[in-house]
């Protein structure tokens, strides 16, 4: 098996943590030292550099969230002098005002190394083609992946997002053997694809999804791989992290986090406690040599577990398992958390309903009604009303049991569920509280 | 006996229940110049199931698909019916008595006389069946 950097890749967990250990005693020592910010932080905290003695000492260090960058835009917390910076990216800002990102050149360094040792473990490099079909321009997705790829060595197709049919096009005449892209947007291409006769599976060299920026599911995977013929793998990062940063290796059993480049914690959301490996919480984040823009304990608002035993790949760096969701996607329905993401899994299972889905959520009187849309799969229609009928049991029965609220199931036309090209938006949330 | 003659091609179509669902159907039939012979909606509580028998299945079929449209092809049986007390009878009776069953059905008033289109679970040993028994079934040739 290939790797980019064996010596980091393979290196015994113990010295991976020692290694840790000093670049978070430095980083803590600099920030204190020279940024005002932290050291306001770390003083609120009633934390001094001199108290992180060993690696878990980094629970006392305060926490950072994506409101401190909104509060201090542009820049105002960069720790890297303004001739320093080579680059910025923009976040869209859909939940707020926008908050900025800048690189040193030792940043962009590190985000492509990282991206080239998990394109390398999934098996890209020299040879390959690689689409790259995320967004380019202030979103981190398109330049992130495209300087990874271009630094394995392999070839950059930068198609960006849309115009679907001429992507579809240029993926068999210049023989992409690899899409990076967000799940949604492959399904997409997919359908596409079928509307104007050409078979993914049959009809172009692709072998390769990278897809992430958005949540999706291991069935989504099983039903993509089935049908288009490649092998998807999950890819990891938000903006403030530098952007798409890590990815899963050919084992496809979680992303693995560079532990050089970032410390992994997992804590409850409601007390901030670390949880232990292995228990499911929120992401909690400390990049490790960032310069531009530190991030200390950054709770990124993603549900997930972390999984610490050593990867059947060989390589020691932990595992985080696919986003379960976000801290504030939560639904409360009836008092009982409900994540998007637990409907798509359970919706996967069920070969008679398609991969897309609408949930709406009302109040009818006093009580929360959760309603899922979703569309009928050609093979599954019966002209004969019970067999729909049942279907729709079916699913219903199924969401409640993994679910354990009610759910009512309304069974629509295939197609006829809005799609999206980039973050979907699958909610629509009705209740005036 | 040879009783594919006598099978007629409905198509189906599944339609979620609002406004506008069938009236997109029928112009797209319109603009295609395929001629309706016989109709009806199932419904349940949110969607269902449109069923006609027209003069060009297969060009029904690839017009409603283009548009989107989940359609499938059904085999369906026509009874010519007597137009008398008793008549629906006499059909349901052979069926039933063959353990024949009845999925669904609908009828429609033809050029000469009322017609029943019957949707069961053993198509060839209903057309069989009534054949046997003197009435008439009417072929596939007659709608398309």
Redesign the interface.
């Known amino acids: 098996m290939m790797r980019w950097d064996p010596r980091i890749e393979e290196m015994p967990r113990e010295d991976l943590k020692r290694m840790q250990y000093k670049l978070l005693k430095s980083l803590v020592y600099r920030l204190y030292s020279f940024s005002s910010f932290y050291h306001d932080r770390m003083k609120e905290q009633n934390v001094h550099p001199d108290d992180i003695r060993e690696l878990p000492d980094v629970k006392k260090l305060p926490f950072m969230f994506k409101r401190d960058l909104r509060d201090n835009y542009p820049d105002k917390i960069f720790t890297a002098p303004r001739d320093e910076l080579v680059r910025y990216h923009v976040s869209s800002g859909t939940t707020g005002k926008p908050t900025v990102v800048g690189y040193t050149q030792n940043d962009l360094d590190n985000w492509t190394i990282s991206l080239a040792r998990g394109l390398t473990s999934i098996g890209l490099g020299r040879g390959d083609v690689i689409q790259v079909s995320y967004g380019y321009g202030l979103f981190t997705g398109g330049l992130g992946m495209h300087y990874g790829a271009e630094r394995i060595g392999a070839t950059v197709l930068p198609t960006s997002v849309g115009n679907t049919e001429r992507q579809i096009e240029l993926m068999q005449d210049l023989g992409a053997t690899a899409i990076a892209c967000t799940p949604s947007y492959l399904l997409h291409i997919g359908e596409v694809a079928e509307k104007m006769g050409v078979s993914i599976k049959k009809d172009t060299k692709l072998r390769t999804g990278i897809l992430g920026a958005e949540p999706w599911t291991e069935g989504m995977r099983n039903r993509m791989e089935d049908w288009l013929g490649i092998k998807a793998y999950d890819i990891y990062g938000t903006s403030e992290l530098s952007g798409p940063m890590f990815t899963e290796c050919s084992e496809q059993k979680g992303v693995h986090i560079w532990s050089d480049l970032a410390l992994v914690e997992i804590i409850d959301p409601k007390t901030g406690e670390p949880l232990e490996a292995g228990e499911r919480g929120e992401l909690t984040i400390t990049i490790l040599q960032k310069e531009a823009l530190p991030m200390i304990r950054y709770r990124i608002g993603d549900i997930s577990v972390l999984e610490e035993d050593t990867c059947s790949c060989g390589r020691t760096h932990p595992r985080i398992q696919r986003i379960q969701g976000r801290v504030d996607d939560m639904l409360i329905i009836r008092g009982i958390n409900v994540f998007p993401s637990q409907i798509e899994y359970a919706l996967m299972a069920i070969p008679e309903v398609g991969q897309h889905f609408q949930i709406v959520v009302d109040r009818k009187g006093s009580l929360d009604d959760l309603l899922v849309r979703v569309e009928l799969n050609k093979e599954s229609f019966s002209d004969k009303i019970n067999d729909l009928m049942l279907i729709r049991q079916n699913v219903e029965h199924r969401l409640r049991n993994s679910l354990n609220v009610n759910v009512d199931v309304e069974l629509v036309e295939p197609g006829s569920l809005p799609r999206f090209e980039g973050k979907s938006k699958k909610v629509i949330d009705k209740r005036v509280l | 006996m040879d009783t594919k003659k006598y099978v007629i091609r ?1 198509i ?1 179509i ?3 229940n609002r406004p506008g669902r069938l009236a997109a159907i029928a112009q797209a039939l319109g603009e295609e110049k395929v001629n309706i012979l016989a109709f009806s909606i ?3 509580n ?4 449109v ?1 006609a028998l027209v003069d060009h299945p297969e060009k029904a079929h690839d017009k409603l698909q283009s548009m ?5 092809f ?1 085999d369906v049986i026509a009874v010519k019916m007597k137009d008398q007390p008793g008549g629906l009878y006499e059909v349901a009776k052979i069926l039933g008595d063959s353990g024949i069953n009845i ?2 059905s609908y009828a429609y008033s033809g050029k000469e006389g009322a017609v029943l289109i019957l ?1 069961v679970d053993q198509v060839d040993e209903a057309i069989k069946k009534i054949r046997n028994s003197g009435a008439t079934l009417i072929e596939r040739s007659v709608f398309h």
Request: no cysteine.
């Open positions: 409905q189906s599944f339609s979620e199932a419904e349940a949110g969607f269902g199931v069923r989107g449209f989940n359609i499938a059904t999925e669904y949707r």
